[in-house]
T-cell receptor, first 117, second 113 residues
Framework: AQTVTQSQPEMSVQEAETVTLSCTYDTSESDYYLFWYKQPPSRQMILVIR??????QNATENRFSVNFQKAAKSFSLKISDSQLGDAAMYFC??????????????FGTGTLLAVQP | NAGVTQTPKFRILKIGQSMTLQCAQDMNHNYMYWYRQDPGMGLKLIYYSVGAGITDKGEVPNGYNVSRSTTEDFPLRLELAAPSQTSVYFCASSYAVSGNTIYFGEGSWLTVV
């Protein structure tokens, strides 16, 4: 069974600094997607960034980028120039890419990010 | 842009009561999902549907039922509510292609007392 592990329950960063959130996963599949979701206090789940396993290039979305290491099954999120609005719970998630009916997200337990002014 | 709409947003239930959480999406997505999120935890899949008339169990289906009579709607029914069902419930949807993003509703906070 696939699993997603986030080993950092909480992280803190100073405004304008850079922070990296860690995520590892376990799967026997070779074709899959990885996601980072942000959950602010409102509890809404907001997609931050996604990575396709077959793409070697790391995904980037403005101040957010990932370091995808497929062999190591590692998928970290880097937030540059941190802003107060980045404070939230961040979830790493995995989704297999096969044509069956079980294309569902598997979530890690989350990392709570605090941004200090 | 409605996206995924859940109702109600907040509800308090007594033990043994039943209720239905409503979910509707206007993006013509084939796939719909119900997740629950317990305090300090990630989301766990309760049920999912790959199209109208087709539903299947996820990781934690006990105590819940679903139906999918239309593409747009995917209600979640709680029968005989128990304190263990106190949670935040998220409905979500996506296109059938697995790489596509799953879009979430805003969540429904349910407390069973």
């Amino acid at each position: 069974a696939q699993t997603v592990t986030q080993s950092q329950p909480e992280m803190s960063v100073q405004e304008a600094e850079t922070v990296t959130l860690s995520c590892t996963y376990d799967t026997s599949e070779s074709d899959y997607y990885l996601f980072w979701y942000k959950q602010p206090p409102s509890r809404q789940m907001i997609l931050v960034i996604r990575q396709e396993a077959y793409k070697q290039q790391n995904a980037t979305e403005n101040r957010f980028s990932v370091n995808f290491q497929k062999a190591a099954k590692s998928f970290s999120l880097k937030i540059s120039d941190s802003q107060l609005g980045d404070a939230a719970m961040y979830f790493c998630a995995y989704r297999a890419n096969y044509g069956g009916a079980t294309n569902k997200l598997i979530f890690g337990t989350g990392t709570l990010l605090a941004v200090q002014p | 842009n409605a996206g995924v709409t859940q109702t109600p947003k907040f509800r308090i239930l007594k033990i043994g009561q039943s209720m239905t959480l409503q979910c509707a999406q206007d993006m013509n997505h084939n796939y719909m999902y119900w997740y629950r999120q317990d305090p300090g935890m990630g989301l766990k899949l309760i049920y999912y549907s790959v199209g109208a008339g087709i539903t299947d169990k996820g990781e934690v289906p006990n105590g819940y039922n679903v139906s999918r009579s239309t593409t747009e709607d995917f209600p979640l029914r709680l029968e005989l509510a128990a304190p263990s069902q106190t949670s935040v419930y998220f409905c979500a949807s996506s296109y059938a292609v697995s790489g596509n993003t799953i879009y979430f509703g805003e969540g429904s906070w349910l407390t069973v007392v």
